[in-house]
């Protein structure tokens, strides 16, 4: 192979243009695979933030969900307490409200049987009254008295 003035022209061309490549061209390219390579190592590194932030949260809404589990469970505790509470109160009440209307009846009762007891006196006075009248108009004899009387415990 014979080594003439166009061979060296283009091994001079060539250095030129690799020269000029490696001055001009391939500086911005690296500058620019760099910061492809920097996003990307950023956004790997935020994946796996946004992963770890991610189970934390699960494990913070599972916290939260077995708390308000928790409370809703002691908050139906206590309503159920306070149901028995109310019903045994309520109950209370109408055996109080139960016993006063059995009192008051009572009383009602004995009232009107001392009202018909008084009533019964006073017709058992104004018979026994009508009963001595008519003995002492009549003034007969004892049978006579004793048949009055016997008329008059009929009448009672």
Request: proline content about 1%.
């Amino acid at each position: 192979m014979e080594i003439n003035a166009t061979l060296i022209g283009q091994l001079i061309t060539f250095a030129i243009l690799v020269w000029f490549t490696m001055k001009y061209v391939w500086p911005p390219i690296t500058k620019a695979m760099h910061e492809r390579e920097k996003k990307i190592a950023a956004g790997l590194e935020a994946a796996v933030r946004s992963q770890r932030e991610l189970e934390n949260a699960e494990h913070k809404a599972l916290s939260i969900i077995n708390d308000a589990k928790r409370d809703a469970s002691h908050i139906l505790d206590q309503a159920h307490k306070r149901s028995a509470q109310v019903v045994e109160e309520a109950k209370e009440v109408a055996k109080q409200e139960g016993n006063r209307l059995i009192d008051h009846a009572k009383s009602e009762i004995a009232r009107e049987v001392t009202q018909a007891k008084e009533v019964l006196r006073k017709q058992l006075a104004t018979l026994a009254v009508a009963g001595a009248e008519k003995i002492i108009q009549r003034n007969l004899d004892e049978s006579a008295q004793t048949g009055l009387l016997d008329e008059l415990v009929a009448e009672i």
